[in-house]
């Protein structure tokens, strides 16, 4: 959480929710509108993501469903950015469902403004936030199944240290709470070895053991997507 008083009061938008899931779904979801898909409607629950997806017409649509790191069987595609290419997802609305990801999205949905985050569009939502000054942000890390993430966090610090930087306001004046604080931290302490870092994350070392190595490369790259995914209407989001 952080707020952003006072860089331009006048202009001030109410609060922004952020979330953040590095391994894979929000890397997943930046990569999927940036190759060209329609939308992304996110869903907690498998059998929702079927009935609403049933009323697409079939060429329109593709399901992604990721349940412990893996496919769903009988889905078209996982949870894997390196899936998300414009033959495959160009002109198309993904239906997706992950173990984390989207739980956290649908946990902050009625939040006046929703943006997904990871490392790869870190810069556009910095610039975002930099323009739209919301009065108040919150960062959602999606964990896992709960428990904190150490790749969600060092995300967060990459935003709030950026932002930090391109306004030239320190983390105090931002009125940063201590997890921001301790995520910029530890984010300063990685910001060069972001590979590494995925490859120590308990999440990271799940998909290793699934064979996912080229996964934690592509999601490790900070600032290569220009995209801003966010939310238009509940659980549906729109390249911004
Ligand atoms: C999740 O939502 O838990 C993930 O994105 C898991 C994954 O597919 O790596």
């Not at 964990?143 to 060092?154: A, C, I, K, N, R």
């Amino acid at each position: 959480l952080f707020h952003t008083p006072e860089l331009t009061p006048t202009t001030s938008q109410p609060a922004c929710a952020i979330v953040i899931d590095v391994l894979r779904a929000t890397t997943t979801i930046a990569s999927a509108l940036q190759a060209g898909a329609e939308a992304v409607q996110a869903f907690s629950d498998l059998e929702k993501l079927m009935a609403i997806s049933e009323q697409w017409p079939g060429e329109k649509r593709l399901r992604a469903g990721e349940r412990g790191g893996q496919k769903v069987e009988g889905y078209d595609l996982g949870n894997s950015p390196l899936d998300c290419t414009p033959e495959c997802v160009g002109g198309k609305r993904l239906f997706v469902s992950t173990t984390n990801g989207t739980r956290a999205l649908q946990r902050v949905e009625m939040a006046p403004t929703v943006l997904t985050a990871a490392l790869v569009n870190r810069q556009r939502v910095v610039n975002y936030l930099q323009s739209v000054q919301p009065e108040t942000v919150w960062m959602v890390g999606s964990g896992w199944e709960g428990s904190f993430s150490l790749e969600d966090t060092v995300c967060a610090g990459a935003i709030a240290h950026q932002l930090s930087q391109v306004t030239q306001r320190p983390l105090m004046e931002l009125a940063a709470n201590d997890e921001v604080v301790a995520a910029v931290a530890l984010f300063q302490q990685w910001h060069d070895r972001l590979v590494d870092l995925l490859h120590h994350a308990s999440h990271g070392q799940r998909l290793l053991r699934l064979g996912n190595t080229a996964d934690l490369e592509f999601c490790a790259q900070l600032d290569v997507l220009t995209v801003l995914p966010m939310q238009r209407e509940r659980g549906v989001l729109v390249k911004s």
